[in-house]
């Protein structure tokens, strides 16, 4: 819940506790899924410095930067790219993170673009 809600705190100390940042739930989100999905590069950072695989696909076959992407969350896909995230990953519709932002986020586009990815 910690990813989920932006509270960076809380995921840092679950982190120290010894969660896995790697475990699915029962939609196969990860927790670096959610926290690309709905709230801000800090929560994002701290689990991959933790090691969360930032190319996992969820339900879907959604990746945190497809959905980082499409929510518009310009830091989280940043901190994404920076990480080594696939660019050109699709999901099981076949959107790739660049259309699900082409004509909505500009800036998100602009990023992507920079980091190879093809529309």
Wanted: with cysteine.
């Amino acid at each position: 819940m910690g990813c989920r809600y932006g509270h960076a705190d809380c995921v840092k100390a679950l982190i120290a506790a010894g969660a896995s940042v790697n475990a699915k739930d029962n939609e196969g989100g990860t927790a670096l899924i959610w926290a690309a999905d709905e709230c801000g590069a800090g929560t994002v950072k701290a689990l991959i410095a933790a090691g969360a695989h930032v190319n996992t696909k969820g339900r879907w076959g959604e990746t945190a930067l497809i959905r980082a992407a499409h929510q518009g969350n310009t830091s989280c896909v940043r901190a994404l790219i920076a990480a080594g995230a696939d660019v050109n990953a699709r999901n099981d519709d076949g959107d790739t993170a660049i259309r699900l932002a082409a004509g909505k986020f500009p800036a998100i586009v602009a990023a992507l673009k920079a980091a190879g990815a093809k529309e």
